[in-house]
């Protein structure tokens, strides 16, 4: 097994149609590490972080693109973010009995919304994109959330495993402009034709060689017949922005007396991530040098 812990464009060179396809390997063994997840959230969390990657490698942007799936049902939250860098972390939140079968999307959330937000690194412009949780799969949802948003056919295949995620996406480009009502006509009947075409070939793929062939074995297995220019690989990995001193300002945002308050009760302040699971603990001293002109607490103290 090959390709991991990348992501893969690829552009097909007679029809108007790009492509990326992604692993993530040890990316995706740190994001989940810390948390034991039922099965329908491990998988849908899993899918979620490769289609994240994926969405995030259509666009062009410079900051963070942050997808949010909430709704009544037992898996009421899931968050993955990725920034520009291809750097990813992600958190899902359950509650009650799940069913031991792989339930539908729209039964494990309970309908709610997909959210897709996009803040440039300054956060001085922000995008928001928002799609109904329905259908049976989360590819079905975030095929939606394409057309409604950048108006592009889009097909996404995605699979999650406790060792790998994985996902490829296709995406018809609109053609290039034609000269005359019939040009214009027979454009459009080809792209349909080289499109179908597409998806008929990547329809016979499965979940299991998705998960499980690199990048080039998969485009050699689903297009073998067409003429594929498959790029470099990109690297794609795990990273947490939790730090002691973001943990600090949340603290002090809290006030002097809540945060003495949480000190006299349990002897010390624990502040754990919800993404990593880290840890960060804060002593009397620690506290009492957050309400100090001291400023902020040195050191990279946290507990695994």
Known sequence: MRDGDTLRRFLFERFPVRGYVVHLDASWRALIEHHAYPEPVHDTLGEAAAATML?????????????????PGPMHLLVVQATHRMAMRGVARWRGELPVSRPSLEALTGGGQLTV??????????????VPLAGSSLADCFEAYF?????????????????RAAGLLLQRLPSGAAASAEEIEH?????????????HLAST????????????ELLRRLFHEEDVRLFEPGPV???????RERVSGILRSLGEAEVRDILAERGAVEVRCEFCNRAWQYDAVDVAGLFTDAGPVSGPRALQ
């Open 147 to 163: 057309a409604r948003s950048e108006q592009l056919p889009t097909r996404l295949w995605l699979a999650a495993t406790p060792e």
């Open 237 to 243: 990995f795990f990273q947490c922005t939790c730090s």
């Open 117 to 130: 937000t996009v803040e440039s690194a300054d956060r001085n412009s922000r995008y928001q994109g928002v």
């Open 205 to 216: 793929l499965t979940a299991s060689e998705l998960a499980g062939l690199s990048g080039d």
């Open 55 to 71: 969405l995030a490698a259509t666009l062009k942007f410079d900051g963070l693109l942050t997808l949010q799936m909430q709704g």
């Open 187 to 199: 454009s459009a009947a080809q792209g349909d034709e080289h499109w179908n075409r597409v998806l």
